[in-house]
């Protein structure tokens, strides 16, 4: 599973507090606390006014740069802004995100095309959200032509079939599900991401909805997600599901994690 930390974002009571005080101590402990914990990119979201959206961008990736290697995900709804923090990070990370609305791939699909740049991608466009799989598998379809266009390996994109609200679905979680098995069908190497909390909003013990949708999500080919790793217990689940789905030989993977502390103990 490719972890994508979600820890450093303003919208995030005490990392807003943190950004607003200038607190750099605070943000370089969450980037390190979330490599150590085995995040695979470090995502960045400043969720403050557009008008300093990108200074605060800058002043969070120079940290996070200075606490850690770990490759940095750039976070903002803005791809404008996406596409000026490509140029302040050190190495190759993820762009989070672009879809097929109005022109945020022409944007940066050309910056990242003949780099080592992954990118996460909204199965959305000007329409907005599709109500069913199919329409979102047709959304799909236009994102990977647009990535066939630039020479985009399908290998360096996460796409997010858009887990909305548990309790506003109509049929659970069974469209996004057969979405992700058609989506790796078709494209064995592309990877499924998606925000795992998105699933439980308004509803009660979050965790627990959270961690089902990420065992159930996994199991139709999710391999990459946007979580806390911090929380050891969804990290647990996480190594236990892998061994569980034949990903992890002879389980030294959680036999590994376990013994370095990224888990565990369970009680």
Not at 113 to 123: G, R, V, Y
Not at 154 to 167: A, G, K, N, T
Not at 170 to 183: C, F, P, Q, R, S
Not at 234 to 260: K, S
Request: charged share 20%; with cysteine.
């Amino acid at each position: 599973m490719i972890i994508i930390g979600e820890k450093i974002n303003g919208a995030i009571p005490s990392v807003a507090e943190a950004i607003a005080k200038k607190d750099a101590g605070f943000i370089k402990e969450l980037a390190t606390a979330q490599a150590a914990a085995g995040a695979n990119f470090i995502d960045i979201c400043a969720s403050t006014d557009v008008a300093v959206e990108l200074e605060t961008m800058k002043w969070l990736i120079n940290l996070v740069q200075e606490a850690t290697d770990t490759p940095i995900s750039v976070d903002s709804p803005s791809i404008e802004i996406c596409a000026e923090c490509i140029k302040l990070c050190n190495k190759p990370g993820l762009v989070n995100s672009v879809s097929l609305e109005g022109n945020k791939i022409d944007v940066i699909f050309p910056i990242i095309a003949d780099s080592k740049w992954e990118c996460a991608a909204l199965l959305c466009d000007d329409t907005g959200i599709p109500k069913d799989g199919a329409q979102r598998m047709k959304v799909f379809a236009g994102i990977m032509e647009k990535a066939k266009e630039y020479g985009i390996d399908p290998s360096r994109l996460h796409i997010d079939p858009l887990v909305e609200m548990l309790c506003t679905s109509e049929d659970g979680i069974n469209t996004v599900l057969a979405v992700i098995k058609e989506i790796k069908a078709q494209f064995p190497t592309i990877h499924v991401t998606g925000g795992a909390s998105n699933i439980s909003f308004n509803l009660p013990a979050r965790k627990f909805v959270n961690q089902a949708f990420l065992i159930l999500a996994m199991g139709a080919g999710m391999d990459s997600a946007i979580i806390n790793p911090l929380h050891k217990h969804m990290m647990g689940l996480i190594y236990a599901t892998e061994a569980l789905n034949g990903m992890d030989e002879y389980c030294m993977e959680f036999i590994n994690g376990y013994r370095e502390g990224l888990f565990g103990p369970v009680k």
